[in-house]
């Protein structure tokens, strides 16, 4: 190739060099289109309240058992026989003359447990009547609540005496029930929470008596041997600890507090 067709091919290769890097360079200098703003979405919480095939959610069933567990303490008291065996063993206990003996947590213990064992049968009624219908969605809420409630219903009913519900229906100013699955329970609550204290301090009269006689008997002796700066409860606590050991005295009064629901 001759020096001037080299010259040539260079001059034109400058030439077209020239025109294309204007172009890439005013491409590359223009800038994009701004991207638009988004909306921020709004934070939340979602409870789905029907689960699978018609059954409750598993949020729904876990409210469901918080909401139980916080109220169970006052369910326990005012609707089970708890508040009767309870207010028993402590009279129990005072009748024996030992204050502290055994503390209160254990009877407070024994009782739950006798409560427990007492109320298994209302128990199973209501969760075969209202809770399991309820979680297999064969029941809506409404349906559930009625029918769990019907058997502790119909239990506090059966141990409730006319006269405390007789009073209670006459405080509220409400017109008499037609029978005793239409008492409400704003009404029942209270009358079987008064009757179940009457039993209790019933119940405790009788046990007073035989340790009673205990005491006016060691009170008459250190009298007639002139004993009188001793204290006769200091005398009579054996005596009331041997009857109540050699008669089985707690295993009576539980027998007796379970056989007065049956």
């Not at 207010?87 to 427990?116: D, E, H, K, M």
Request: with cysteine; hydrophobic share 50%.
């Amino acid at each position: 190739m001759s020096l001037r067709a080299r010259r040539s091919a260079l001059l034109a290769g400058v030439l077209t060099a020239l025109l294309v890097l204007p172009a890439g360079v005013a491409a590359a200098a223009s800038p994009s289109a701004p991207t638009a703003p988004r909306t921020p979405s709004t934070p939340g919480v979602t409870v789905n309240l029907t689960g699978l095939v018609g059954k409750p959610s598993s949020s729904l069933t876990i409210i469901l058992a918080i909401t139980v567990l916080s109220v169970a303490p006052t369910l326990l008291l005012l609707t089970t026989c708890f508040t009767k065996v309870f207010v028993v063993l402590g009279l129990t206990r005072n009748a024996l003359g030992v204050q502290s003996v055994p503390p209160n947590q254990v009877l407070a213990g024994i009782a739950l447990f006798v409560s427990l064992f007492i109320m298994a049968p209302v128990l199973s009624d209501m969760n075969k009547d209202g809770v399991q219908p309820y979680l297999h969605g064969e029941k809506t809420q409404a349906q559930a609540y009625k029918d769990g409630v019907a058997p502790l219903h119909d239990f506090m009913v059966k141990k409730t005496r006319k006269e405390e519900l007789a009073l209670f229906t006459k405080v509220a100013q409400k017109g008499k029930p037609k029978d005793a699955a239409s008492v409400p329970l704003s009404t029942l609550i209270p009358a079987f929470i008064l009757s179940e204290l009457k039993s209790a301090f019933i119940i405790g009269f009788v046990i007073f008596i035989p340790f009673l006689v205990i005491d006016i008997v060691v009170s008459a002796g250190l009298m007639s041997m002139g004993m009188m700066m001793l204290p006769p409860a200091m005398i009579s606590l054996p005596f009331k600890m041997l009857l109540f050991v050699l008669v089985d005295g707690w295993s009576l009064v539980i027998t007796s507090l379970v056989q007065s629901y049956h």
